[in-house]
């Protein structure tokens, strides 16, 4: 295994910490209309991610970085060529992170119901766009001999995506909703059970469309054993969701991202992004990796680092263990 | 197509609008967390209540101001793959691995570790809190040395090789970029540049409260706290600037001299306090100037010879082949000005409120009430008029934008004084932009991230005035009693959350 092949797994791996974690809080912030009655659940719902929602978005930064460093042209390719759905996702990131901090920080009706429209937004559009994107990549794009993306931002709107998008948006979606049945108590805790196994049937369905619509395609062997996992998990999820076992039901519909993004970059491997123009010029990790020695320095640091952040990521998770509910939030301002 | 609106002059202008307004943002983050979790580490040392206060007043805007830092320097990431591809793609290799290292080791750290204080009041013990921000202050100290890494790289490129075949730079010496000295001395500069920003801020808020006598014990502090960094953070900006500056005048001449109109090289050269000059000619029409001043700052020595624009850019075109070499020399020149006189600015005007507030010019014993008394301007025997005593106040005040403006004509002329060169003397600016992004979707974004900022820009500023007003919160029972175990006590497990959104 060359090291541009271990890079092209830490990508996989970064995408999926990322899909894992803040898909639970995109998940959480579509809650906010879906699943909250009133201001203190939408609070509730909130302080479940509160402590952990910034540090889940570096894992997005920490992906846009490897791949900057390790393939630059796949960044340099990608990110010139879906200009816009980035655009509108950046835009996103900025209102919700504010939305987020600042939602509170006044009292009055007006201000804190626009924040919260703007959470709502800014977590389904997200969850929605990275879905196409991705399923985009798998596709393959029209990209020329010089490695420029030369398609339109209609070329991306397709069936295939827009359904890859909507698989994302309602995986993240039942993923956060088993995330707050386990991080909550009382009344919103047993709505957002039920919740969780009605959006798991529309997930799995739609999942269960695009999987096999990718596998058919431009599936494997390999990706084949992902698919099954994937679909397994995502039913273990539903079935101990039922059950009321939230721990392993939270464990399960992480496993369902996990495996899913797996095969996604299997079905893509040896290639980053192909060409859907000519297979001659599709990215793969020799042709868009860096040098040796830039690859050999960050596979230096990435195993110092990443050990340390899943132990201190981890430690967060295990400081904010207890569950909230709503006699846990005061109205203070 | 009209230059104006050409993909690479709007790039341009994108990357400068997210840049500077980034970089409002940074230097007050970066500051304001090492103040805060000073004033944390008081409390835990002293249990004064005035310094848990102070910690948790300055902490509120730290905060406020942090949530914009973050999320502007999203933006910053993205945009070199989105507007500048064939940068991307020319340095990737050896740029991509400082930001790379960025996001693994410090933005982890600072993100983790915030959320770990802002919600960790009631879940962990006061010295294991206390270390969390320590940890977000390393974080963004960490962040800002990797990020000025891979900028200094720009400036003054090291450790690599071009590869003719994949047509790109490649790393040779990660380590080399990691210190070479224009990394170092730029770290130096910006981070001490960054302290001068949260002291003036600490100290001007300060002043508005000590001006109205209120929350006079948090605030007196806080004013002593800001004006100290202020000026020690000021004398380093100036020698770190001095360094910077010996550095950029071997490394990149053309900058300097186009930062001191220095049309042709002089030995000695004078520094320039006033110059008018005509770009197209090549001279100064009108100059008032220093002899010698700019020989000392370039080469220690008040003789020897700097080279001019002209001398710079016909070297350059025998280098490079024809072309013109020189950066706009009005916003080099005046860029420079602006950043040395607000910086130092700042720091006299907080070096005379050090002096003006110290013991002797208290109020009278007489009139004394207790040791935390509003500092009161006895400069003579007779009391000042109320208006002229008021006016330090209100000139603390105004001194808070001051080096916020510094930094930001720092970095304008930093990176205008660079141009025509993206990377120096490696690849130029226009061959550096996304060959396939159209007009109209620069032009889109750069109107849709301006307009974000402005209306964001309006909703923090009056964040920041609201609880600037509200002056430090009164502690309650639970603040004066944190947990002794990870996670909370279990005493009471229905009791609110000492933080919620």
């Given at each position: 295994m060359q090291l541009h092949d271990v890079w092209f797994v830490l990508i996989a791996v970064l995408w999926?910490?990322?899909?894992?974690?803040?898909?639970?809080?995109?998940?959480?912030?579509?809650?906010?209309?879906?699943?909250?009655?009133?201001?203190?659940?939408?609070?509730?719902?909130?302080?479940?991610?509160?402590?952990?929602?910034?540090?889940n978005e570096v894992w997005l930064l920490t992906a846009g970085g490897a791949t900057f460093a390790a393939f630059p042209d796949w960044y340099a390719t990608l990110f010139s060529g879906f200009y816009l759905p980035l655009l509108l996702i950046l835009i996103c990131l900025i209102i919700r992170g504010v939305a987020f901090e600042y939602r509170h920080k006044r009292p009055e009706d007006r201000w804190q119901t626009n924040w919260e429209h703007a959470i709502f937004w800014t977590s389904l559009i997200p969850a929605f766009l990275w879905g196409v994107a991705f399923a985009n990549i798998v596709r393959g794009v029209k990209i020329d001999e010089?490695?420029?993306?030369?398609?339109?931002?209609?070329?991306?709107?397709?069936?295939?995506?827009?359904?890859?998008?909507?698989?994302?948006?309602?995986?993240?979606?039942?993923?956060?909703?088993?995330?707050?049945?386990?991080?909550?108590?009382?009344?919103?805790?047993?709505?957002?059970?039920?919740?969780?196994?009605?959006?798991?049937?529309?997930?799995?369905v739609l999942a269960l469309v695009f999987l096999i619509w990718t596998q058919v395609s431009c599936g494997d062997g390999q990706s084949l054993i992902a698919m099954i996992v994937a679909v397994l998990a995502l039913v273990g999820a539903l079935g101990f969701n039922l059950a009321g076992r939230e721990g392993w039901s939270f464990a399960l519909s992480g496993v369902t991202i996990a495996a899913a993004v797996a095969m996604l970059f299997l079905t893509l491997f040896p290639n980053v992004m192909p060409s859907s123009l000519n297979e001659a010029w599709n990215l793969t990790v020799t042709n868009s990796s860096s040098s040796a020695y830039t690859l050999k320095i960050m596979t230096w640091c990435a195993a110092v680092a990443t050990p340390l952040v899943l132990l201190y990521q981890g430690w967060t998770y295990w400081v904010f263990r207890k569950r909230i509910g709503t006699q846990h939030i005061v109205d203070v301002h | 197509m009209d230059l104006a609106l050409a993909p690479e002059t709007l790039a341009r202008w994108q990357f400068g609008i997210t840049t500077v307004y980034h970089f409002l943002f940074v230097p007050l983050t970066i500051s304001l967390a090492a103040l805060t979790a000073g004033l944390q580490t008081a409390w835990v040392r002293t249990e004064k209540e005035k310094y848990l206060r102070a910690t948790k007043f300055w902490g509120k805007l730290f905060l406020i101001n942090i949530a914009m830092g973050v999320v502007t320097g999203i933006v910053q990431e993205f945009q070199f793959g989105m507007n500048w591809s064939d940068y991307s793609r020319f340095v990737g290799d050896i740029f991509g691995a400082p930001l790379?290292?960025?996001?693994?080791?410090?933005?982890?750290?600072?993100?983790?570790?915030?959320?770990?204080?802002?919600?960790?009041?009631?879940?962990?013990?006061?010295?294991?809190?206390?270390?969390?921000?320590?940890?977000?202050?390393?974080?963004?100290?960490?962040?800002?040395?990797?990020?000025?890494?891979?900028?200094s790289w720009m400036q003054h490129p090291v450790g690599f090789r071009i590869n003719e075949e994949r047509g790109r730079a490649e790393l040779t010496d990660f380590w080399l970029v990691l210190t070479q000295n224009t990394a170092l001395t730029q770290f130096f500069h910006t981070i001490t540049a960054a302290f001068l920003v949260g002291g003036a801020f600490m100290a001007g808020i300060s002043a508005f409260h000590l001006a109205r006598k209120k929350h006079v014990p948090v605030m007196r502090s806080s004013l002593r706290l800001g004006l100290i960094v202020l000026i020690v953070a000021g004398m380093g900006t100036a020698i770190s600037g001095d360094l910077l500056g010996k550095v950029m005048f071997k490394q990149q001449p053309m900058k300097m001299a186009a930062a001191e109109a220095l049309w042709?090289?002089?030995?000695?050269?004078?520094?320039?306090?006033?110059?008018?000059?005509?770009?197209?000619?090549?001279?100064?029409?009108?100059?008032?100037?220093?002899?010698?001043?700019?020989?000392?700052?370039?080469?220690?020595?008040?003789?020897?010879?700097?080279?001019?624009?002209?001398?710079?850019?016909?070297?350059?075109?025998?280098?490079?082949g024809p072309g013109d070499y020189r950066p706009n020399i009005p916003v080099a020149y005046w860029g420079f000005r602006w950043m040395i006189g607000f910086g130092m600015a700042s720091l006299g005007i907080g070096a005379l409120g050090l002096w003006l507030t110290r013991k002797r010019f208290m109020l009278p014993a007489e009139l004394r009430t207790g040791e935390d008394e509003v500092p009161h301007l006895v400069?003579?025997?007779?009391?000042l008029s109320p208006k002229l005593a008021n006016l330090y106040w209100v000139v603390a005040l105004w001194t808070m934008g001051f080096p916020l403006i510094a930094n930001s004509w720092g970095w304008i002329f930093t990176e205008m004084g660079r141009q025509p060169w993206v990377v120096y003397g490696v690849l130029r600016t226009r061959d550096a932009v996304s060959p396939n992004v159209s007009q109209a979707e620069v032009l889109t974004s750069m109107i849709g991230f301006t307009l974000l900022y402005a209306v964001l820009a309006v909703i923090e500023v009056k964040l920041l005035v609201k609880y600037v007003k509200a002056g430090p919160p009164e502690l309650t029972e639970a603040d004066l009693n944190p947990p002794t175990k990870i996670g909370g006590d279990d005493k009471n497990p229905d009791r609110p959350m000492a933080f919620s959104y």
């Open positions: 999926t910490g990322y899909f894992f974690l803040e898909g639970f809080d995109f998940g959480v912030g579509v809650l906010t209309k879906l699943l909250a009655r009133d201001r203190t659940e939408k609070r509730v719902l909130i302080n479940t991610i509160g402590p952990v929602w910034d540090g010089n490695k420029e993306y030369v398609g339109t931002l209609l070329d991306l709107l397709n069936v295939y995506s827009i359904l890859g998008g909507l698989v994302t948006l309602t995986l993240f979606t039942f993923h956060g909703t088993v995330f707050t049945s386990l991080k909550t108590v009382g009344d919103i805790r047993d709505r957002s059970r039920k919740l969780a196994t009605r959006l798991g049937v529309v997930t799995a | 790379a290292f960025e996001a693994l080791i410090a933005f982890f750290f600072e993100s983790t570790f915030i959320g770990l204080w802002i919600f960790g009041w009631d879940k962990l013990p006061k010295k294991i809190h206390l270390a969390c921000i320590w940890m977000v202050s390393m974080g963004t100290v960490l962040s800002a040395y990797f990020i000025l890494a891979a900028n042709d090289g002089e030995a000695p050269a004078p520094f320039s306090v006033f110059a008018y000059g005509d770009v197209e000619k090549g001279h100064n029409k009108v100059a008032i100037e220093i002899p010698g001043l700019l020989s000392f700052l370039a080469n220690d020595d008040f003789t020897s010879f700097v080279p001019g624009i002209n001398d710079v850019n016909k070297a350059e075109q025998e280098k490079f400069l003579f025997k007779k009391p």
